[in-house]
Structure formats: C-alpha cells, structure tokens
C-alpha cells in the first residue's frame, strides 16, 4: 500500500494588490492571464506566489495570493503555479479561467448553499 501525499496551499483572494506590465517608455498594460509573481515582493521565510488567472476587459485584474504550507511532494513551484492555474480553467459553468482554482470555487458555493 502506497502512502498518500499532499499539498496544503492556502488561497486569499480578496487582494488590493495591482499589477502592471510594462511595455515601453511610460506604457502600461494589464498583465496577461497566467502572470505569475514569485519573487521580490513575497516572504521570503515562506513559499508563496501571486497568480493573476483572469482576463478583464476594463480595469486592471486583482491577482490572488497563494501559500504553500505544507508539500509533502516536494514539487518543484512552477508545477504547482502551473497546476494552480490549469484548475482555474475547469469550473463547469464558464468557459474561460475563474479567478481561484475551481475546487475551491466549488468548496465556496457548497459551504454557501449550506449556510442558507
């Protein structure tokens, strides 16, 4: 019998964090889907990144922040910021990429239907 491992990310979505592409002398863009931010402006004593998974058409996307408490894989970061982002693709109920992974948008409407 093989042991189980696991990954324990914790997700904040509620960010006031912006970010912005720049693309010459005094422009700006919106980052595109897939953005991620690991270095510079994250803890430095814990593994966590910022995942901008979304397209907007006005204003510029809110990223969301993840933390990686515990890996008992020992994942390389680009596989799980990779596998962050996939997830965001697979809600049922829309096409394009969701601003959180979709289980945790399925975690959040089920803890919601229950609260009611």
Known sequence: MSETK???LSVNKNLKTKYLMKK???QYDRPIPGTVVDCDIVKSNLYDFFLVSTQCRQGIQTPSHY???YDDLHCEPE???KLTYKLSYMYYNYSGAVKIPAPLR???RLATVISE
């Open 6 to 8: 696991i990954v324990y």
């Open 24 to 26: 010459g002398n005094n």
């Open 67 to 69: 933390s990686v408490l």
């Open 79 to 81: 596989d799980i910021q």
């Open 106 to 108: 399925y975690a959040s």
